[in-house]
């Protein structure tokens, strides 16, 4: 889905259709965001800032091998629906663009610029451990991996607790800017992809953003095909 949007994509304002089961939607609606990257350095063919992309959805019944019963009922998409795979579009966009930016655009200090984004967001002050703090308050690891590098390395904490809470949960991702591997060093056709090395600390914060109910809103009964209709993000 995404190459095929990729293809087809004008760079003006449009509207992409997607026709597929209530099962498949929020998977679609992923593919279909990741076909918009908000960071490159092409030079557009036309000024696309101002763009708007809206995707409609058409559901079609399940059949699973067995014949379409008639007069089956089934609900549009809420707006909670709607609004999780919004939030999830938003996360994939974003991290696709810190993946792909490069890191002498990217590097730990501009890194953090981005969490500090997010936690503003989400009214969240990140603790931010960086530098010889490291050493000193036991995290070896990430001070050894960094301590040689021009901009030092660093451990970001976004951390929330909802009143009421009984459990704690915490997301771990690790957030090389780019890794060529040191002493040894990557070859030519594994340092390319080091890039993505910064994705898994990307995946950590944009869960925060997400709603963590979105991964069983889509799993209601097929039935009559309805439309519905959800932007992208911005």
């Given at each position: 889905?995404?190459?095929?949007?990729?293809?087809?994509?004008?760079?003006?304002?449009?509207?992409?259709?997607?026709?597929?089961?209530?099962?498949?939607?929020?998977?679609?609606?992923?593919?279909?965001?990741?076909a918009?990257?908000?960071?490159?350095?092409?030079?557009?063919?036309?000024n696309?800032?101002?763009?708007?992309?809206?995707?409609?959805?058409?559901?079609?019944?399940?059949?699973?091998?067995?014949e379409?019963?008639?007069?089956?009922?089934?609900?549009?998409?809420?707006?909670?629906?709607?609004?999780?795979?919004?939030?999830?579009?938003?996360?994939?966009?974003?991290?696709?663009?810190?993946?792909?930016?490069p890191?002498?655009?990217?590097?730990?200090?501009?890194?953090?610029?981005?969490?500090?984004?997010?936690?503003?967001a989400?009214n969240?002050?990140?603790?931010i451990?960086?530098?010889?703090?490291?050493?000193?308050?036991?995290?070896?690891?990430?001070?050894?991996?960094?301590?040689?590098?021009?901009?030092?390395?660093?451990?970001?904490?976004?951390?929330?607790?909802?009143?009421?809470a009984?459990?704690?949960?915490?997301?771990?991702?690790?957030?090389?800017?780019?890794?060529?591997?040191?002493?040894?060093?990557?070859?030519?056709?594994a340092?390319?992809?080091?890039?993505?090395?910064?994705?898994?600390?990307?995946?950590?914060?944009?869960?925060?953003?997400?709603?963590?109910?979105?991964?069983?809103?889509?799993?209601?009964?097929?039935?009559?095909?309805t439309?519905?209709?959800?932007?992208?993000?911005?």
């Amino acid at each position: 889905i995404t190459r095929l949007v990729q293809n087809c994509s004008v760079g003006v304002n449009e509207s992409i259709v997607i026709v597929c089961e209530r099962s498949d939607v929020f998977a679609s609606g992923c593919a279909v965001a990741r076909a918009f990257p908000l960071y490159s350095k092409k030079t557009p063919l036309v000024n696309n800032e101002n763009v708007t992309v809206s995707v409609e959805f058409i559901i079609v019944p399940s059949t699973n091998g067995k014949e379409i019963e008639e007069n089956v009922e089934m609900s549009e998409i809420s707006q909670e629906e709607l609004k999780a795979l919004e939030y999830a579009a938003y996360g994939i966009r974003l991290t696709a663009r810190i993946v792909d930016t490069p890191c002498n655009e990217m590097n730990v200090s501009y890194f953090i610029q981005e969490v500090d984004s997010i936690g503003q967001a989400l009214n969240i002050q990140p603790l931010i451990i960086r530098g010889e703090d490291l050493a000193k308050k036991g995290f070896g690891g990430i001070y050894g991996v960094g301590k040689a590098a021009q901009v030092s390395p660093a451990l970001a904490v976004l951390s929330y607790t909802p009143p009421g809470a009984t459990t704690t949960i915490a997301w771990v991702g690790k957030g090389i800017v780019y890794d060529t591997g040191g002493l040894s060093i990557k070859g030519k056709t594994a340092m390319p992809g080091m890039k993505r090395d910064c994705g898994l600390s990307l995946n950590a914060q944009t869960t925060c953003i997400i709603n963590n109910s979105f991964l069983n809103v889509f799993s209601s009964p097929p039935g009559i095909p309805t439309v519905t209709r959800s932007p992208l993000v911005p």
